[in-house]
T-cell receptor, first 114, second 112 residues
Framework: NAGVTQTPKFQVLKTGQSMTLQCAQD?????MSWYRQDPGMGLRLIHY???????DQGEVPNGYNVSRSTTEDFPLRLLSAAPSQTSVYFC?????????????FGPGTRLTVL | QQPVQSPQAVILREGEDAVINCSSS?????VHWYRQKHGEAPVFLMILLKGGEQKGHEKISASFNEKKQQSSLYLTASQLSYSGTYFCGTEMRGGSNYKLTFGKGTLLTVNP
C-alpha cells in the first residue's frame, strides 16, 4: 500500500494563478480531508469528504474548492492564489464505521505564493 | 472549537518526564494524539475513545477524562527520538463524525 500520496511536493505560484493539489489514497477510506499548517497555528481543516459526491467545509474554506468523484481521489483547487495561501498542505484519510480509526496523513505539499 | 494544548513548549533532558495537556470546551467523542518531526507529516500515536481510558505506546501513554473534556499525554524516561511537535485532535459528539480538529501543538525538545 502506498497509503496517502500527494503531488506536487513543492510549488511556487504567482498571485492570481490557479492550481490543483492532488491527493490519492489506496486504503479504500471513505473519509478524506485537507489541512493547512502555518507556524504557530497547528493544523486547520479546509474541506472534508465523507464519501464520493459528498464534501463539506472545514474551519478555513475560503479560497479553496474540492470535489470527490471517486473514493480514491480528493483534489484541492486554488482558483486565484493569494500570498495568504502560502502554507504546507496535508491531505488525510480515515476509515469510517464503528470503532477507533486512526487518520493517515500524506507527506504534504509546500506551497509558496509570490 | 480548536482544542487548547499546554504547555506550548517544553525542554527536557534525556530521561526526564513530561505531560502535555489537551482540553476542549465541547463534549468529546474521542481524542487522537500525533507527533510531527520537522519537515514531515504527523504520525499517529494513539486514540482514546472512552472516558477514563488510558492507552500506551512504548513509554508514551495517555488518559482521557470525559467529564472534564480533557486528555493528557505522558512521556516517561524521554528519549532523544521523542523530540517533535505533539498535536491532539478532537472529535466532538453530535458533530460531523470523523472530523478531527487539532490544537496548535506542543513543541517538545529532548536534549542529551
Amino acid at each position: 500500500n502506498a497509503g496517502v500520496t500527494q503531488t506536487p511536493k513543492f510549488q511556487v505560484l504567482k498571485t492570481g494563478q490557479s492550481m490543483t493539489l492532488q491527493c490519492a489514497q489506496d486504503m479504500n477510506h471513505e473519509y478524506m480531508s485537507w489541512y493547512r499548517q502555518d507556524p504557530g497555528m497547528g493544523l486547520r481543516l479546509i474541506h472534508y469528504s465523507v464519501g464520493a459526491g459528498i464534501t463539506d467545509q472545514g474551519e478555513v474554506p475560503n479560497g479553496y474548492n474540492v470535489s470527490r468523484s471517486t473514493t480514491e481521489d480528493f483534489p484541492l483547487r486554488l482558483l486565484s492564489a493569494a500570498p495568504s495561501q502560502t502554507s504546507v498542505y496535508f491531505c488525510a484519510s480515515r476509515a469510517t464505521g464503528t470503532g477507533a480509526n486512526e487518520q493517515f496523513f500524506g507527506p504534504g505539499t509546500r506551497l509558496t505564493v509570490l | 472549537q480548536q482544542p487548547v494544548q499546554s504547555p506550548q513548549a517544553v525542554i527536557l533532558r534525556e530521561g526526564e518526564d513530561a505531560v502535555i495537556n489537551c482540553s476542549s470546551s465541547k463534549a468529546l467523542y474521542s481524542v487522537h494524539w500525533y507527533r510531527q518531526k520537522h519537515g514531515e507529516a504527523p504520525v499517529f500515536l494513539m486514540i482514546l475513545l472512552k472516558g477514563g481510558e488510558q492507552k500506551g505506546h512504548e513509554k508514551i501513554s495517555a488518559s482521557f477524562n470525559e467529564k472534564k473534556q480533557q486528555s493528557s499525554l505522558y512521556l516517561t524516561a524521554s528519549q532523544l527520538s521523542y523530540s517533535g511537535t505533539y498535536f491532539c485532535g478532537t472529535e466532538m459528539r453530535g458533530g460531523s463524525n470523523y472530523k478531527l480538529t487539532f490544537g496548535k501543538g506542543t513543541l517538545l525538545t529532548v536534549n542529551p
